[in-house]
């Protein structure tokens, strides 16, 4: 019955290594997004899928690549992770254009690289 | 650049009393704003939508204002309980959501 759900919920690697976080949403919304949350709980948008087409990338780096096989699934592969990408990552997906809508948030998935 | 900001890091309050929560932003001209609450080691959780035409919303204990001359939001939790304690997060919208970085409640009993 999870709305969004994401795995895994804790991901500890080594720097260098190349990881992937994955999301799924069954409540049918077209929008779905990834969100980083830093240390000082600062939430950050990092792309945005509306039916599997990119319509937000913020200045992320291009070590950070999202994947929409379809409008329910949105994953997040990272590549050479670094020291900094150490952060709670979150999924959410919202209706419509996601513009003047709420967003749905999954659990979060606590990176830690060591 | 776009600029969020909400009144403390962290507010106390007495079980019973009214939190009230600040957001304030600029060189920005959102659509709406909403709030939302996250307990630790979850996701955010949306409370309230709020449009720039509309100057006041309920829910419930909840209240929020909109302010778009001061550029700023007021979030109000009457009769606050000790299951009110977590942080608050408000949210700019107008394509995409440009967060605060919170305000942590703490009830007391």
């Known amino acids: 019955d999870t709305a969004v759900s994401q795995t895994p919920k804790y991901l500890v690697t080594q720097m260098g290594n190349d990881k992937s976080i994955k999301c799924e949403q069954n409540l049918g919304h077209d929008t779905m997004y990834w969100y980083k949350q830093d240390s000082k709980k600062f939430l950050k948008i990092m792309f945005s899928y509306n039916n599997k087409e990119l319509i937000i990338n913020e200045t992320v780096p291009n070590r950070f690549s999202p994947k929409s096989p379809d409008k329910a699934h949105l994953n997040l592969h990272i590549n050479s992770l670094e020291l900094g990408d150490s952060a709670v990552y979150f999924c959410a997906s919202s209706p419509g254009g996601g513009v003047n809508t709420e967003a749905f948030f999954g659990q979060g998935t606590r990176l830690t690289v060591v | ?61 909840l209240k929020v204002t909109f302010d778009t001359t001061l550029k700023q939001s007021l979030f109000h939790i009457t009769a606050s309980q000790p299951a009110d304690s977590a942080t608050y997060l408000c949210a700019l919208g107008g394509g995409k959501l440009i967060f605060g970085q919170g305000t942590e409640l703490s009830v007391k009993p």
């Open chain 2, 1 to 61: 650049s776009q600029k969020i900001e909400q009144n403390s890091e962290a507010l106390n309050i007495q079980e019973g009393k009214t939190a009230t929560l600040t957001c304030n932003y600029t060189n920005y001209s959102p659509a709406y704003l909403q709030w939302y609450r996250q307990d630790p080691g979850r996701g955010p959780v949306f409370l309230l939508l709020i449009r720039e035409n509309e100057k006041e919303k309920r829910k419930e204990r």
